[in-house]
């Protein structure tokens, strides 16, 4: 058939029938894939070349489905139905198509199919069934499933189911992966997953599930339920080794930390927007009782109160959004391969880790928004960690000469103070040789000063000052970085001049400067500034040598919300009208002008040499009259001289 794409012209209504070409519409044929997506089908189309393997029929307006057409098809092992409105299936109508692979009847109205109570017959060859957003309630999905022995991969979400039976399965034993994502299932009665023996993924997550008692699915690799509203996770006791690779336990109302298998694989686990508030797997004595009183616990829970759960694998760990005032060190005992940890939002005061559990994989922690007042990384502990979150806190000295690899501090919102590189780090903070340290967040703080040499010997990449009013950055603050710093804010700092010479700093590229208080801005030599914002200053005029530094690399400008002279920034409103620099805030940036002994405000690419010249060419004109009134007087005084001494001539030749 060659690589050629050809269309095929059908009638919308059947064969046979006359109808007008309007009324023709076309599927797009490709090798062996037809495509029919939104044609606002009503049958399916007749005449399509033989051997096709994949029909997509998605969005059009299919009702029923017969075999008359589908059966001229055999080949099939693709056929999408997807966004059609599929009420009724012929039984038996998949039994022959033994190369079917996938199925897609998502978005139907299934539901009236089934509440029928037809069975659709045998899905000989199906390995994909995606029956997602039909409106099932529960037992529907049956009609379905009853005989579909080469089922690999099934979805149910979006769909009204309330409660999984224990014989839903029973007909797709092959099943490897079950999507049941948004539904409303309250309930899965025992044993319904436990003949499914190769099934690795469940999705559960948003639905209304309120506990697991007792998991047992050793070889499932992946369990979402995320997004329940599951008081308690238990695992059944067993020495058995579970499979589980990724826990999803996001969005849920869990108190105390999961029962884990004892022996497990696990190496992503994410609890966050749970109500935890202890690593503990139980609560005190009557808090159990409770609990059991309520028939949410079951067995008792074999998580004794001493031994924190092992997880030798776990890289991943998200307790964020909880109530964790704090986290017991020996807790990381056993986490040796953590890289991610997250305990951001929620009420820690302290936070240790000792040389126990030292945390040695670690790369990412993210302590921020919690109620930390200090914090110290013992030496040996933490030697990976490269990036740390820590703003939000109440955090007013840190001492981070352990932690040799980090690169990444967040240290916004903070009550920091900086150290010189000469001070004795006490009451500061030094960041003065920290070899790896790259990106520096230290905005809303509060910092009183940026002493002299603050970050020498650290090769920072991104520094981020702003929003620390009235801060007094000193003109030696940035040496050291002169090679490396390419971005720098100091939004909002109430800076009235600025001591520091940016154009030193070679690699700059990136500068903020707005909503300050400057009056000027001086750069000694060429500077490398591709991005410049000064919008929101009090400059009246941007000087020519600062222009000519920021000139050829400048590609964008802010300077809007300024004082701006029209008449002292010619070079400026030059590059403003021959658009040789970007000024996204063009729309507000403004000067103004003399007029009639008023100020006039227009906006930058509006001015014109006359508003400028009028104002010269009055002082022109005015000093031009003044000059002639001036010399017309010496001429008159000199004449009446002249008239006093000869008079006679004079008037004489008046009358001539
Ligand atoms: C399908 O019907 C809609 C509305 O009736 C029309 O706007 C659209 O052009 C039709 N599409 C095709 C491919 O005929
Ligand atoms: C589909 O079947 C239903 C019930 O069997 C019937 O009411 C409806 O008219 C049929 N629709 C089409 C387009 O044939
Ligand atoms: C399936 O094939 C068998 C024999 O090949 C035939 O008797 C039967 O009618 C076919 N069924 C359908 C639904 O096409
Ligand atoms: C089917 O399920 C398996 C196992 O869960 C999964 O790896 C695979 O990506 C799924 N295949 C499709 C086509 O969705
Ligand atoms: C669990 O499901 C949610 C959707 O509700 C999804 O956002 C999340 O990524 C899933 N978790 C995992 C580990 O796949
Ligand atoms: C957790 O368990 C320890 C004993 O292992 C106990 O001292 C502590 O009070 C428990 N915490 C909570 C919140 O129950
Ligand atoms: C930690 O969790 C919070 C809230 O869920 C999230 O915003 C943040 O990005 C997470 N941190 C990391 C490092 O993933
Ligand atoms: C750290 O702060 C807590 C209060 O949040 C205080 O009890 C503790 O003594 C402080 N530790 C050090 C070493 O300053
Ligand atoms: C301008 O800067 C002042 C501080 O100098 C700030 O309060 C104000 O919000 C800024 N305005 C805008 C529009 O950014």
Redesign the pocket.
């Known amino acids: 058939m060659g690589a050629g794409l050809w269309f095929l012209f059908f009638a919308v209504n059947g064969v046979g029938a006359f109808v007008h070409p309007s009324q023709l519409s076309s599927c797009r044929v490709l090798q062996k894939d037809a495509y029919c997506s939104d044609l606002n089908l009503t049958t399916i189309p007749p005449l399509l070349p033989p051997g096709i393997h994949m029909l997509d029929l998605s969005r059009n307006f299919l009702q029923n489905l017969t075999e008359d057409i589908l059966s001229t098809y055999p080949t099939i092992h693709q056929l999408n139905f997807h966004s059609n409105r599929i009420q009724s299936i012929q039984p038996g109508l998949f039994r022959n198509m033994t190369h079917l692979q996938?199925l897609d009847l998502s978005r139907n109205q299934l539901h009236l199919y089934a509440a029928l109570k037809n069975n659709v017959g045998p899905l000989t060859s199906v390995q994909?069934l995606d029956l997602s957003g039909n409106g099932f309630y529960t037992d529907m999905s049956d009609y379905f499933l009853r005989d579909a022995p080469a089922l690999?991969?099934l979805s149910l979400k979006g769909n009204s189911i309330t409660k999984i039976g224990k014989e839903t399965f029973s007909g797709c034993l092959g099943l490897?992966?079950i999507d049941l994502h948004n539904n409303v299932i309250l309930e899965i009665e025992e044993g319904t997953f436990d003949s499914l023996q190769h099934l690795?993924?469940l999705d559960l997550s948003m639905n209304s599930i309120s506990c697991i008692n007792d998991f047992n699915l050793f070889q499932l690799?992946?369990l979402n339920l995320s997004k329940n509203s599951m008081t308690s996770f238990q695992t059944t006791h067993s020495d058995q080794e579970f499979e589980l690779l990724y826990l999803d336990l996001r969005e849920n109302k869990i108190h105390y930390f999961p029962i884990l298998p004892t022996k497990n694989k696990i190496i992503y686990l994410d609890l966050s927007r749970n109500q935890l508030r202890s690593v503990n797997c139980t609560g005190a004595a009557e808090e159990l009782q409770y609990l059991k009183d309520r028939h949410e616990l079951i067995h008792a829970p074999q998580c004794s109160r001493s031994h924190h759960q092992e997880l030798y694998r776990l890289c991943y760990l998200d307790l964020s959004y909880n109530q964790f005032k704090t986290v017991p060190s020996d807790f990381f005992n056993s986490l040796v391969a953590l890289e991610t940890l997250n305990i951001s939002n929620n009420c820690l005061s302290s936070f240790m880790v000792d040389t126990k559990g030292p945390l040695y994989a670690l790369k990412t922690l993210d302590l921020s928004f919690n109620n930390l007042q200090n914090l110290t990384f013992p030496e040996g502990t933490l030697q990976k960690l490269r990036t740390l979150y820590l703003q939000g806190n109440y955090l007013s000295t840190l001492d981070f000469s352990h932690l040799p690899s980090i690169t990444n501090l967040h240290l916004q919102l903070n009550e920091l103070r900086v150290c010189g590189s000469q001070d004795r780090p006490s009451g500061c903070v030094s960041f003065s040789s920290m070899p790896k340290l790259q990106y520096l967040y230290l905005s809303e703080n509060n910092l009183i000063s940026v002493p002299a040499h603050a970050f020498q010997g650290t090769p920072l990449l991104i520094l981020d000052l702003s929003l620390n009013p009235g801060v007094e950055i000193s003109e030696q603050a940035l040496s050291g970085l002169e090679s490396s710093l390419k971005y720098l804010s100091l939004r909002g700092d109430q800076l009235q001049t600025l001591k520091t010479d940016l154009s030193l700093l070679r690699s700059l590229r990136m500068v903020d400067l707005s909503s300050n208080r400057l009056t000027s801005l001086s750069l000694s030599r060429d500077s490398a500034i591709e991005i410049l914002r000064l919008q929101n200053n009090s400059l009246e005029t941007l000087e020519d040598h600062t222009l000519m530094a920021l000139e050829g690399k400048l590609r964008t400008l802010q300077v809007s919300m300024n004082p701006l002279s029209c008449c002292a920034n010619t070079r400026l409103i030059g590059w403003v009208q021959q658009a040789s620099v970007d000024i996204p805030d063009i729309l507000m940036a403004t000067c103004h002008y003399r007029k009639d002994a008023e100020y006039v405000k227009i906006n930058l690419r509006n001015v014109k040499t006359e508003h400028c010249e009028t104002l010269n060419s009055k002082v022109f004109v005015i000093s031009l009259i003044a000059v002639l009134v001036l010399g017309l007087v010496v001429v008159l005084l000199v004449a009446i001289k002249l008239c006093h001494s000869r008079g006679h001539r004079f008037s004489h030749s008046y009358k001539a």
Do not use: Y
Request: overall charge positive.
């Open positions: 996938v994909k690999r991969n490897r992966n690795t993924e690799k992946s």
